[in-house]
């Protein structure tokens, strides 16, 4: 008897997630093994693959201290699970592609395009070069900087091993940190709150991170492209500025007098303080305050920009400052009685629009769900398990201490949530839903009242 089976056919979201999901399932089971563990007893798989979640989606939410729960072996794996996570799986496929000599498929490069989230395949593997390029050039200089200002704390060799680890975390946008034999368990960069080379350092590559490669891409070849840059990079330069400059003007107000937070510090520590509190929403992780000791209103403003999150294209999460950029516009132009979004006196298309709304509920309908049902299983405050939600949905990392207290049933949603926050609601939407035909008909148009 001839068993026929019919070649099953993955469209690239399908892809990207099936690829995702077997690196963490393969990160899960390295740092279940006793030798990744610092007690030498195996870690449970369930905090194993919470953790390798958390690495492979760069977001570094951590349920164990990753300084003083892993061994080095451990903390190698979770760097690598941050690098492959941060870059993407199919970029590092490329770059053995390319050692290899091996030629980029069709089907390949419509992954890539799909990874990138690009509109079209023109120019993708020059940009996977450039990607790899920039990131690993920008991951070294950190490297090179945070190794010398550590080498004076924790001397040379631990100096230079601690400053490669944390360039490739932060550049990542991971958030995952070391400091634990150092500074305390979960102590983050707090010992550094008013230290301005590790705050330059820590936000420069945060901030690098979190652009997107085709914006730094554009910024590099300012001079060859007669000194002009895309819509899409002024729209993401001009919306990382203003909301880095706003949320660090609102945190240093309402901060300034709070003792558990800004109130303590120098007037320099409090400016650091509040522009690295304001830059490591947009889905870095990193903190060097107290964020539980944080004013409600301030906690609240930090979940805002943790939702809104980085730009397309990049190491970071969220639903995306152009997508934000777009809505803001669509509010604005409505107010002024116009019928075109124009930014940088470019119009924009009703399909970018549509996908912008989209985006924006699909994802705060999966916030609220998520964060409605664990409010039922964790016995904490709704808003510090809605800081929770929103920091997983957007890949950021920060928590208000609710992390290692998670039941199961909270560890495995916060999973799924870090999952569907680095792949994107819309990608999971298509790898999931079903195939779309092109409709051969449309309907009369009707009018419903709105407002």
Known sequence: MKLSLKKIELTPPQILVIGFAAIILAGSALLSLPIASATGKPLSFLNAFFTATSATCVTGLVVV???????????IVIILLIQVGGLGFMTMGTLFAFALKKRISLRERLVLQEAMNQGS?????????????YSLTIEAAGALIFSIRWSFDLGQAKGIYYGIWHAVS???????????????KFSSLTAYADDPVINIVSMGLIILGGLGFVVISDLLDYRKSRRRLSLHSKVVLSATGILIAVGAVVIFVFEFTNAKTLGTLSWQGKIWAALFQSVTPRTAGANT???????????????????????PGSTGGGIKTTTFTTLIGAMIAMIRGKEDIVLFHFRLGKDRILKAITLTMIAL?????????????EEHPFLMILFEVTS?????????????????????????????GRLGPMTLAYALGPKTEKELYRYPEGKITIG
Request: net charge neutral; hydrophobic share 55%.
């Open 121 to 133: 395949m023109e120019g993708i593997v020059r940009l996977i070069r450039k990607v790899i390029q």
């Open 289 to 311: 305050i107290d964020l539980a000791g944080m004013r409600q209103a301030t906690q609240f403003f930090m979940i805002l920009l943790m939702f809104i999150g980085a730009s």
């Open 365 to 377: 309908f999966l916030v609220i769900f998520v964060a409605m049902v664990l409010s039922t299983t």
């Open 170 to 184: 932060f550049f990542n946008n991971a958030g995952f940190d070391l400091f634990g034999p150092v500074t305390g």
């Open 65 to 75: 201290d990753t300084g003083t729960s892993f061994t080095l072996f451990g903390q």
């Open 392 to 420: 997983a949905f957007g890949t950021v990392g920060l928590t208000m201490g609710l992390t290692t207290d998670l039941t199961d049933f909270g560890k495995i949603m916060i999973a799924l949530m870090m999952f569907a």
